[in-house]
């Protein structure tokens, strides 16, 4: 059984921060590369970060960036999402995905988390 499981979302208040934790079982963790996205209601999903199988390389979406980190911890099978100076527009379901390192066709992830909710909110 493949797996990802997210935690980490809750409510946090505008200029707050949250740590996501995308966890993994079932596959080589060091072999994927990994994305993090996030949808709100009545709106499309969207790519926020994406890290490569070994940390190496990172990227991130232009409006989070500067505020959002991506890392992970291949012994811990863990990759994480620090999230800081939450914005009301950062508010969704956030979603992680893996991909194997040596996909090549763009968007091709094998594995999906259920997700978890993250509100920002006053």
Known sequence: ???LVESGGGLV???GSLRLSCTASGFTFDDYNIGW???AP???REG???ISSRGGGT???TSVKARFTISRDNAK???YLRMNSLKPEDSGIYYCAAVHKWCPIK???DYWGQGTQVTVSA
């Open 107 to 109: 968007g091709g992830y």
């Open 59 to 61: 990227n991130y979406v």
């Open 1 to 3: 059984q493949l797996q």
């Open 77 to 79: 099978n863990t990759v």
């Open 48 to 50: 926020v970060s994406w």
């Open 13 to 15: 208040q505008p200029g």
């Open 37 to 39: 996205f996030r949808q």
């Open 42 to 44: 009545g709106r499309e």
